[in-house]
């Protein structure tokens, strides 16, 4: 917990200030630097905010060093094993495992919010069948807002608590249906009496033509790849959720800035990206070539699914996600996967190489789900949709916590301004 006795001295010019210093539960040691502008007159400067805290949480944690994510304390590889996804749902939103009234109760409320709003299925209509599905989902979800009046007063813990369990509840409907929608079938309706990843399987692969029984197997991957994605701390996406939400932007509109944020290639986009990078590479032979292109500082390539802002060991979910890749295949009878094959001679070589060893680069999440989820039937496209939708729990437990925090205020970080400064307007003639 913050302790404000120890502090920091800071020297600059011919000022010296004293900056509180707050001790976390775990992690390292945290400058208060909050009245550096007001009591020194400068700023910080931190792009990409690799040594800043944005705000103080309970929720997740992660040892980069030792490859730990704990969520409310729990490690993910434990979480991953003994528990599920609405499961940890709950813990991300409410802090403590539930008992098992209190899971029965949270599964029956979001279960009765998995239908959207019927009128929701012609704004679908209104999107290109070849939109990009997370297109359709940044669209949709904001739209949310237009659809769901009822709990947009963020000061209203009632509304708010509504808005959480409508949106875990229906992300998985929206990303079946961007799919649906974009190879042409009809959309599928959730049926209640199925387990959330079921349901989601159900409502991506059934058609009205024919009876679709859920694979048992398939349904726990799915739901273990939803609960490995669920929350990551302050990650890009979840840091637009806060920072979205520090205006007092209702919820629907916070997750669909998460959303946009997760689509690009650095972040969700990730694993599309590493499963396509794989497929370019198609067989063994060429790994060399494609790793001497990462390594050419020329060459714009980077090893997709490899390196980690905050990861500098092994991704432990990376761990669960590998051996769940080859649990999926193995069941499945898909033996000898050639993409599955040059991913784990790609991650051996790598692991060679002392260029990947010496910045820490090993593989993430992304590098195995992928995979995964190609195997179950998914094309790439819908793969950070997935993404998304598991980790719309961690977004809306973040903006929760921010909204009920009194420190809380909106977001506005300074600059290092380094262009012209004030000059005389000139005509257009004389330019
Ligand atoms: N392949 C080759 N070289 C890499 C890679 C990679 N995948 N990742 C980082 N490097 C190199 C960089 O070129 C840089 O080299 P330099 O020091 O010689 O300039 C060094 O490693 C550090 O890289 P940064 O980009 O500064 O590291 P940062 O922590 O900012 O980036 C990131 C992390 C964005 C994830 C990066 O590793 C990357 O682009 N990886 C590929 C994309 C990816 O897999 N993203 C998924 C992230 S996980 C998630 O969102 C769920």
């Known amino acids: 917990m913050a302790d404000n006795k120890k502090t920091a001295t800071l020297s600059f010019g011919d ?4 900056l509180p210093i707050f001790t976390p539960t775990a992690g390292p040691d945290v400058i208060d630097i909050r009245k550096l502008y007001a009591d020194g007159g400068v700023f910080t400067y931190d792009p990409g905010f690799t040594s800043t805290a944005s705000c103080d949480s309970q929720i997740t944690f992660i040892d980069g060093k030792k490859g730990e994510l704990l969520h409310r304390g729990y490690p993910i590889d434990q979480l991953a094993e003994n528990s599920h996804y609405l499961e940890v749902c709950y813990l991300l939103l409410y802090g403590e495992l539930p008992t098992a009234d209190e899971l029965d109760d949270f599964e029956m409320r979001v279960t009765k919010h998995t239908m959207v709003h019927e009128q929701m299925h012609n704004f679908f209509r209104g999107f290109r069948r070849d939109a990009h599905p997370m297109a359709t989902m940044v669209g949709v979800v904001g739209a ?24 875990i509840a229906k992300l998985p409907t929206i990303a079946a249906m961007a799919y649906k929608y974009s190879i042409g079938q009809p959309f599928v309706y959730p049926q209640n009496d199925l387990d959330y990843a079921s349901n989601f399987l159900r409502m991506c692969f059934a058609v009205p033509a024919e009876e679709y029984e859920v694979n048992p197997i398939l349904s726990r991957a799915m739901d273990r790849i939803f609960m490995l994605h669920a929350d990551h701390e302050q990650n890009a996406s979840t840091s637009t959720v806060r920072l979205a939400g520090s205006s007092g932007a209702n919820p629907f509109a916070c997750i669909a800035a998460g959303i946009a944020c997760l689509w690009g290639p650095a972040h969700g986009g990730a694993n599309q990206a590493a499963l396509e990078m794989l497929k370019e590479i198609g067989t ?10 990462a390594k050419d500082k020329d060459d714009p390539f980077r090893l997709m699914g490899f390196g980690h802002r905050v990861y500098k060991n092994f991704d432990p979910r990376a761990k669960v996600m590998k051996q769940s890749a080859d649990e999926v295949l193995d069941l499945l009878g898909i033996e000898d996967n050639p993409t599955l ?6 991650e051996a070589k790598a692991l060679q190489d002392d260029y990947f060893t010496d910045k820490k680069l090993f593989p993430n999440v992304d590098f ?10 998914f094309p790439t496209s819908m793969f950070t949709p997935i993404f998304a939708l598991s980790r719309t729990v961690g977004w809306i437990s973040q903006w929760r916590e921010m909204i009920g925090d009194p420190q809380q205020k909106i977001g506005r970080p300074r600059q290092l301004y380094k262009g012209a400064t004030s000059r005389s307007y000139v005509d257009v003639e004389n330019r």
């Open 15 to 18: 000022q010296t200030l004293e």
């Open 144 to 167: 949310m807002s237009a659809f769901y009046h009822d709990s947009t007063d963020i000061s209203d813990p009632w509304q708010r608590e509504v808005a959480a369990i409508r949106m």
């Open 284 to 293: 063994p032979n060429k790994i060399p070539e494609y790793i001497e292109r």
């Open 341 to 346: 094959q040059v991913a784990k001679e790609l």
């Open 368 to 377: 195995y789900s992928g995979i995964i989820l190609e195997a179950m039937g």
